[in-house]
């Protein structure tokens, strides 16, 4: 398999892109995926069997598990970090290595349905919120330190409904390649 196949397999509907322009109906459309990702989630993943749960969505990627596992801890922390940036100023988040997060024991493991109730409650908490928010709430920020980059809420809402989008897509396309 060369490159751009890999690729491909890796970002099944491309890496993200910000828009120029952060309008009311994006964001809307954006937190309302964010809102529907762990009913989707769970339709997607709710028949497949433990091998199928451990099957990588790629070579050399990681299996279906622990995606899953991966959208809830990304998420967990997408949500702590919203709500740093929103009671703090322009706080400097804590990174964490999500590769490495993504191969512990639990993450490799685990049963899938403690990470699919996480994602149902804290998705209802990211949706509580992100709509309750205030124009000049969504223009607080926080300062990533892997990137030395400032990021803000709204960019946050773009970010995390691609990323339910990807991973997402990720576990479709390979139920489509093997037919399951």
């Not at 433990?50 to 995606?67: A, D, F, K, M």
């Not at 000049?136 to 920020?141: A, G, V």
């Not at 400032?150 to 897509?169: K, N, T």
Request: net charge positive; with cysteine.
């Amino acid at each position: 398999m060369n490159k751009k196949e890999l690729e491909k397999l890796q970002y099944p509907i491309g890496k993200f892109e910000a828009p120029k322009l952060y309008t009311r109906k994006y964001l809307e459309e954006k937190i309302e995926k964010i809102e529907h990702f762990p009913k989707i989630l769970k339709n997607e993943v709710h028949t497949l069997s433990e091998v199928q749960l451990n099957t990588p969505y790629r070579p050399e990627g990681w299996s279906i598990r622990q995606v899953i596992h991966h959208c809830a801890d990304s998420h967990m922390n997408c949500f702590i970090r919203i709500k740093w940036a929103l009671t703090e100023n322009q706080p400097v988040i804590k990174y964490y290595e999500e590769a490495l997060w993504g191969e512990g024991i639990d993450n490799r493991t685990m049963p899938i349905e403690p990470s699919l109730q996480l994602l149902t409650g804290l998705h209802f908490r990211l949706g509580y919120v992100l709509r309750g928010l205030k124009e000049e709430e969504l223009l607080k920020t926080f300062i990533h330190p892997e990137h030395g980059k400032i990021f803000s809420i709204q960019d946050m809402i773009g970010m995390y409904a691609w990323h339910c989008e990807h991973h997402l897509a990720q576990i479709t396309e390979l139920k489509k390649r093997k037919k399951w």
